[in-house]
């Protein structure tokens, strides 16, 4: 049988884990009726580096109690509001000639402009 990690009653998800990420939910965590998209990113590991072949996996080392206190911080630093998202996108948009926001992800992305 496998465990993960359950998603919390509250704002924020911080935790440090050695069970299997689950993505479905996180997504539907973070889903919310306000939500305009939910965006995830979820990476593998090649089965080589740098010309050694057969990479099976990383290994991640972490002091949990400093980890966790600072993934909290992070995590408040990064609370902003929806009208600061908007206002951002609006700028970016207008900057871009976007005609809407998934125009300015294709110009973004097209441009250099963001990291694929």
Do not use: C
Request: hydrophobic share 45%; charged share 20%; glycine share 8%.
């Amino acid at each position: 049988m496998i465990f993960v990690l359950a998603p919390p009653a509250g704002r924020d998800w911080v935790a440090l884990t050695s069970l299997p990420l689950p993505v479905e939910a996180a997504n539907a965590w973070v889903t919310t009726p306000g939500s305009g998209a939910v965006v995830s990113f979820l990476g593998v590991v090649r089965e080589q580096s740098d010309g050694r072949p057969g990479v099976r996996g990383l290994t991640y080392e972490a002091y949990e109690e400093e980890t966790t206190r600072r993934l909290a911080e992070i995590a408040d630093e990064l609370q902003i509001s929806h009208n600061t998202v908007r206002t951002h996108a609006f700028n970016a948009m207008t900057k871009l000639n976007a005609r809407s926001r998934a125009h300015l992800v294709a110009k973004a992305l097209a441009g250099g402009h963001a990291l694929r």
